[in-house]
């Protein structure tokens, strides 16, 4: 039979069976050395390698190193549920004021989320320059905007999509399904916790409910259950916690040991069941947990100055609530938890109605929004910096992404736009008064310096100490990290 010419030399020598299994066993040894080099970590130039922390199976939120000296030993993301609108907040665009309720040039056959748009709308709220920075921000948040020249802004940042449950996720964990661990979780997994009677991270929901996406927002996703977030605000403690009626603390205790007892006697026979020391560590934690999480969550212990500030008595029992939240989360920071994710807004009440979802009538739904979220958020950064944590605690406030420069055709609101957005941080190793990137004339779409949540997530990690290239967990065959493939650190934003 005729050889075929296409074939080259070696593909040619395949065909004869000695020289096809002589080169099918060099193939196999050759994958079995890859893999004996790649446990060892010496596949890879050491200044590459993945990272994976060594975790104490008995004590695994232990505090762990982080990979170079960090900026930031904790983290506070403020997240606006619903898509907050930048055009409204943050994003000063004088062209959108002159061109009001004209058509946006060459958008004639726009179609976004919800349907056609109509003309360009400026925002209903005056922006003023604000602090000595004289940043122009919004009416909308005047107690936020008093802490302009602690900020530094992204406002060229973009997200892959424009559905509120994937763009939840996408903000949270760097994906848009679910299924991945959330940026919370990859910090306590990569630094643990320098509490030990509290959790490595905790999600604050908003007093009205969960966000769309729910606990995805907080899971631990592959990594180890222990550390994903614990969720409880101050209307809804922590699940399962409190002694069953009828149980005495006598009693409790004797079991307490009893089960102790037992467990170690197991362990001792079995020395590397890794699951039953990290089960022996989550029960340990959880009686720890008994005595500490009702004292973090103790607002009494607080001044009346303090309650005033925050509005914790405020007769509007949403704002009420959303300001403990605030107070909450500050007692968690300052007791050492490493990561504390609070929400503001939530899905049960509708579109709009409970969240920053301004679709239809979006200056009457916000100033519903605004109040709940401004005063509360405001007094929380002022008590960090006058307590010393914002040397080194981050803080991000996010939303899963922007809103349009127009209003919906037919309708008084915005609609969903991923193409641009701000965010800002504060606190730790961030340029105060910045501001980094821009969209263009209307607020549609990053024009400077397009930045993604990748380079979000992996400028959180830089600040944390973490190489969010190196850090890593092996899942399904392959080195997962937060910021997949992608990312960069925006080093313009660093101090």
Known sequence: ???????????????????????????????????????DGLLLASDTAPIRPAIQPDAPLRARPPHFPAKANRVLMIFCSGACSHLDTWDYKPELIKRHDTPMPGADKLITFQGASGNLIKSPW???????????????????????DEMCFIHSMTSKTNTHGPGENHMSTGFTVEGYPSAGAWVSYALGSECDNLPAFVAIPDPRGVPQAGPSNWSSGFLPAVFQGTAFNTDQPIAN??????????????????????????????????????????????ARLQLSAPEVSDLSRESAATHASYGTDDPNKFKAGFARNCLLARRLLERGVRFVQLFNGAYAMGEG?????????????????????????????????????????????????????????????????????TVWLAGAGVKRAYSYGQTDEFGYQAVENPSSVYELHATILHLLGLDHQRLSYFHNGTEQRLTFVHGRVIQDVLA
Not at 13 to 35: K, M, Q, V, Y
Not at 129 to 147: F, H, M, T, V
Not at 358 to 370: D, F, N, P, R
């Open 126 to 148: 005056e922006f003023r320059p604000r602090g000595q920075s004289g940043k122009y921000i919004s009416d909308l948040l005047p107690n936020l905007a008093e802490l302009a």
């Open 353 to 421: 109605v409970g969240n920053w979802d301004g679709h239809k009538t979006l200056k009457t739904q916000y100033e519903v929004h605004a109040p709940i979220l401004d005063q509360p958020a405001a007094a929380l950064l002022k008590d960090l910096r006058s307590r010393g944590l914002l040397d080194d605690t981050l803080v991000v406030w996010t939303t899963e992404f922007g809103r349009m420069p127009t209003f919906q055709a037919g309708a008084n609101g915005r609609d969903h736009n991923p193409k641009g957005f």
């Open 1 to 39: 039979m005729p050889i075929d010419p296409i074939l080259s030399h070696a593909g040619r020598r395949l065909l004869e069976r000695r020289d096809f299994l002589a080169h099918a066993a060099e193939g196999l040894s050759g994958i079995a050395l890859a893999n004996l080099l790649a446990k």
């Open 241 to 286: 916690l409190s002694t069953p009626r009828g149980i005495s603390p006598t009693a409790q205790r004797s079991t307490e040991d009893f089960l102790k007892l037992l467990n170690d006697k197991h362990l001792m026979r079995n020395p590397g069941d890794s699951e039953l020391s990290a089960r022996i560590a989550s029960y340990e934690l959880a």
